[in-house]
C-alpha cells in the first residue's frame, strides 16, 4: 500500500480557511491522505487570545471565516516550518506580497519530493521583471507547483453553495492527485495542463474587478459594465501573448473560456472586494489603504497592487497605450487620474480603432 500523502495548507485568510474546510473533510474521506492537516496561522491576537489557539479549540476561523465550522483535523499552526515539515502538498493560500517571504522560511526545510499549488491570485516584481508566483514558488523551494484558480468567492463556497475551479498542472498524476485533494459535489473541478494561462487569468481579473468597481461607483450601470469584461479579457488575453509564452501550444484560447478566466472575471466584476472597494473609492473619495483598512478587517485587496505590477512592466516596454484599462485603473488608485478617466479610457480603447 502506498504512503498516505500529508497535506499542510500555507494561509488562513478568507479563502485559506474555506480551502481547509474542503480538505479537511477530503482527507478524512480517502484512504490516501493522512488526517491531519497541519494550516499556517499568521499569529494574531483576537480579543487578547491567539488566533491559533481559538481555531484549535472552538475550530472555527473567528476572524477570516466567522460562522462556519472547520474540521477538527485541521490543525493551526503558527510557526511556518513546523506546519510544513513532513508535507506531500503544500496548498499556498496567502496574499502574494507574503509568499517571499515565507518560501525565504520554508528553503531548505521540506520533504524530498514534497509538491506545491498555488492558489494565490497575484504575481510577481523584481528587478529581473515580472514573474509568476507559483515560478517564485518553484525557484525558491525547488519543487512543483500546480494552481488552482476559479470563479470561487470565499463565502459561497464556505456555503457550500456549487461552483467550479480549474487546476492547470502539467503533470497527470500530480493533477489526479491535487483533483482528489480539492474536489467536493459542490466544488468541481477540471484539470489542464497550461497552468501559466490559468494563473496569468486569476492574477489578472483582479485589475478587471477594479475597473468594474470604478463603473458601479459612477453609476454607469451593467452594460457599461458588461464593456469592461469585454475589453478586460481582450487586454488579458493580449498581456498574456506579450509576455508569456504558453508552454502548450492550441490550449491557451481554452483556458478563457474556463471557470478560471470568463469565469472569474464576471463573478469578480460583480462581486468580490475589489469591486466593493473600488466602487467605494469612487463614491467616498478617500484612498485605497483608508479603505482597505476600513472596509477589510485584515484581509487583502490584491487588484490595486496587480494593476502597480503591471503597470511597472507596461511603462517599461513602452506598452501602455496598447492596454489603456489596466493602465487607467492603476493611475486611477494612486490618484494621478480621477474616477471619469476610467470611462474616456472604455470610449477611446484601441479595440474600437480595429473595426
Ligand atoms: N477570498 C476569496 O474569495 C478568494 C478566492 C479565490 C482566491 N483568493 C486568493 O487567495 C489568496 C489568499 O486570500 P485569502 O482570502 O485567503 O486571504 P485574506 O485576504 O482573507 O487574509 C489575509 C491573510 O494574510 C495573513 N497575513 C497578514 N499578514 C501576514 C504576513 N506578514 N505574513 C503572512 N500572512 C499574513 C492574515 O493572517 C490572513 O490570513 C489571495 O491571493 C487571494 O487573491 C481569494
Known amino acids: ?17 474555506v480551502i481547509a474546510k474542503i480538505v479537511g473533510n477530503n482527507v478524512t474521506a480517502s484512504a490516501n491522505f493522512h488526517n491531519r492537516v497541519p494550516m499556517y496561522v499568521y499569529e494574531e491576537m483576537i480579543n487578547g ?37 513532513d508535507a506531500d502538498i503544500l496548498v499556498f493560500v496567502v496574499p502574494h506580497q507574503f509568499v517571499g517571504g515565507l518560501c525565504k522560511q520554508l528553503n531548505g526545510k521540506l520533504k524530498p519530493g514534497a509538491l506545491a499549488v498555488s492558489l494565490i491570485k497575484g504575481l510577481d516584481i523584481s528587478d529581473k521583471g515580472l514573474d509568476l508566483i507559483s515560478n517564485v514558488i ?47 459535489p459542490y466544488f468541481r473541478i477540471v484539470v489542464v495542463n497550461d497552468e501559466q494561462t490559468v494563473e496569468l487569468c486569476g492574477a489578472l481579473k483582479n485589475i478587471v474587478a477594479v475597473g468594474a468597481g470604478f463603473v458601479d461607483g459612477l453609476k454607469y450601470g451593467d452594460n457599461t459594465k458588461a464593456a469592461v469584461i469585454r475589453l478586460g479579457l481582450m487586454e488579458m488575453v493580449k498581456f498574456c501573448e506579450e509576455f508569456f509564452q504558453s508552454n502548450v501550444s492550441g490550449y491557451r484560447a ?8 470568463m469565469g472569474d472575471v464576471v463573478v469578480t466584476c460583480y462581486r468580490g472586494r475589489n469591486r466593493l472597494l473600488a466602487e467605494a473609492f469612487v463614491e467616498s473619495g478617500k484612498t485605497i489603504e483608508e479603505l482597505e483598512a476600513e472596509m477589510l478587517n485584515g484581509q487583502k485587496l490584491q487588484g490595486p497592487p496587480t494593476a502597480a505590477e ?17 493602465t487607467a485603473v492603476h493611475k486611477i488608485c494612486t490618484g494621478e487620474k480621477t474616477p471619469q478617466a476610467f470611462i474616456d479610457c472604455l470610449k477611446n480603447h484601441p479595440e474600437h480603432m480595429m473595426s
Open 310 to 326: 503591471v503597470y511597472t512592466m507596461l511603462e517599461q516596454k513602452g506598452l501602455t497605450e496598447k492596454f489603456p484599462m489596466f
Open 254 to 261: 481554452d483556458e478563457f473560456m474556463r471557470i478560471c478566466g
Open 138 to 184: 518553484r525557484k525558491a523551494l525547488g519543487i512543483e507547483c500546480a494552481v488552482l484558480m476559479g470563479a470561487n468567492i470565499a463565502p459561497e463556497v464556505a456555503r457550500e453553495n456549487y461552483c467550479e475551479a480549474t487546476i492547470g498542472c502539467r503533470d497527470r498524476e500530480m493533477g489526479r492527485l491535487l483533483k482528489e485533494v480539492f474536489e467536493a
Open 49 to 85: 487570545e491567539k488566533l491559533t489557539e481559538i481555531i484549535n479549540t472552538k475550530h472555527e476561523n473567528v476572524k477570516y471565516l466567522p460562522g462556519f465550522k472547520l474540521p477538527e483535523n485541521v490543525v493551526a499552526v503558527p510557526d511556518i516550518v513546523e506546519a510544513a515539515k
Open 1 to 17: 500500500m502506498s504512503e498516505e500523502k500529508k497535506v499542510c495548507i500555507v494561509g488562513s485568510g478568507n479563502w485559506g480557511s
